[in-house]
């Protein structure tokens, strides 16, 4: 059974940063794509960013691009997302996924002004 378990959001000001974790199991994490979404109050749900676990190459949505950074821990098998510069548009619900099929059940980042 696929489990993914996202933790680290919380609450922040202006310019702080989170790293949020989503410790994954239950497949074989190298034959998988992690990524992290988000869905922030009367939006739809929308990408941020994903992972190879199995080459290491990431991707970002243009709006996170320069502030947020995933990465991988294969032993751990642990995807992080690193947001630095946080703005008020980055509230969300921050949901893991695998392989674009398997969801953990969210964690919530608030950004206050």
């Known amino acids: 059974e696929v489990q993914l378990v996202e933790s680290g959001g919380g609450l922040v000001q202006t310019g702080g940063s989170l790293r949020l974790s989503c410790a994954a199991s239950g497949f074989t994490f190298d034959d998988y794509a992690i990524g992290w979404f988000r869905q922030a109050p009367g939006k739809e749900r929308e990408g941020v960013s994903c992972?190879?676990?199995?080459?290491?190459?990431?991707a970002y949505a243009d709006s996170v691009k320069g502030r947020f950074t995933i990465s991988s821990d294969n032993a751990k098998t642990t995807v992080y997302l690193q947001m630095n510069g946080l703005k008020p548009e980055d509230t969300a619900v921050y949901y893991c996924?695998?392989?674009?099929?398997?969801w953990g059940k969210g964690t919530l980042v608030t950004v206050s002004s």
């Open positions: 992972i190879s676990s199995s080459d290491g190459s990431t």
């Open positions: 996924n695998a392989d674009f099929e398997y």
